[in-house]
């Protein structure tokens, strides 16, 4: 097999390259070569089923295709009541309808409810959404929630082993109980996946009834102090931090193949330890107080109005700071073994 044979096997599908550019999505982009108004090195195409190369000349409507924009990110505060999709049979309104026009053409990171607010990741680039979106990369998603009801703390202490409900198996996840209010309860929950409706079916489980739903944060990207229906652009530097050797393979048009990760004391949904022999009984009646009934509430506390708390980061923290890595602590490790 020669050069160029293995060039045009290694070459982009002409939808594809058509949809990077920004032209267009990759199924319009499709009907536009089918309508026979792109041409590659001077001949018309009707047929998506074509590779071209970085060194081909493309043309649409007689203009040549821009070359396409690197990987951009921006974090977008979605309100209720929008829908996370281009068009919407219903005719309800979009978040699409209600960006800034001077946004260039982008793709929504994954899809909210529409009566759920808060971050939604938007970008560009096709291959940085879907490899935002794969469950391998193991990003934590929280979420803040209000919901109506008295949880069920046993079950809660289940969800953190992960259940399956109407034959979906849910991981493991973190649920934080804030407060109690009235009727009402405040919690925090984190988790790993972004299955359809899964908070509102994990706390269903617990016998919460969600009437207000807030995401925080989509792995090392906060919300902040965005304001309702604001976006503002991840500094590239920034992006390219977080994406680490993944990002030549996005900023070429490549999606990196992500291996699961190992599991970390850490992991929401690990499993648990197995009690040595005879602590069964010890095991049963170790279960602190905090996680079988909620804290006592002060008159000031029950007192407080029904807003959410805050969604400011740290102190001192961007909203897209990661944790402390790992040689940090190597550094120390080094320094205690030369004493």
Known sequence: MNNKTNQAIKGDRIAKVLARSGLSSRREAETIIQAGRVTVNGKTINSPALNVLPSDRITVDGKELAQPDPPRLWRYYKPRGLVTTERDPQ??????????????????????????????????????????????????????????????????????????????????????????????????????????????????????????????????????????????????????????????????????????????????DRPEKKPARGQNKLVSKSVSKSDTSFKAKSHKEKSQSDKPPKNLPEKNVTPWKMSETKTTSKKKMLKLKKK
């Open 91 to 268: 005719g309800r309104a979009t978040i699409f309808s209600k960006l800034p026009d001077n946004l260039p053409r982008v793709l929504s990171v994954g899809r909210l409810d529409i009566n759920t607010e808060g971050l939604l990741l938007l970008t560009n680039d096709g291959g940085l959404k879907r490899y935002l979106e794969l469950p391998e990369t193991g990003w934590l998603r929280r979420y803040r929630v209000r919901a109506y009801g008295r949880p069920d703390q046993r079950k809660l202490l289940e969800l953190k082993k992960g259940i399956t409900l109407e034959d979906v198996h849910y991981r493991g996840v973190d649920v934080d109980v804030e407060r109690q209010q009235g009727g009402n309860v405040w919690l925090t929950i984190s988790l790993r996946e972004g299955k359809n409706r899964e908070v509102k079916k994990l706390l269903s489980y617990v016998g919460l009834e969600v009437n207000r739903l807030i995401r925080l944060s989509f792995g090392p990207f906060q919300l902040g102090n965005l304001e309702t229906g604001a976006v503002e652009e991840v500094p590239r530097r920034v992006l390219r931090q977080q994406l680490g050797s993944t990002w030549s393979d996005i900023a070429e048009g490549r999606v990196p193949q992500v291996k699961p990760k190992t599991r970390s004391k850490q992991t929401a």
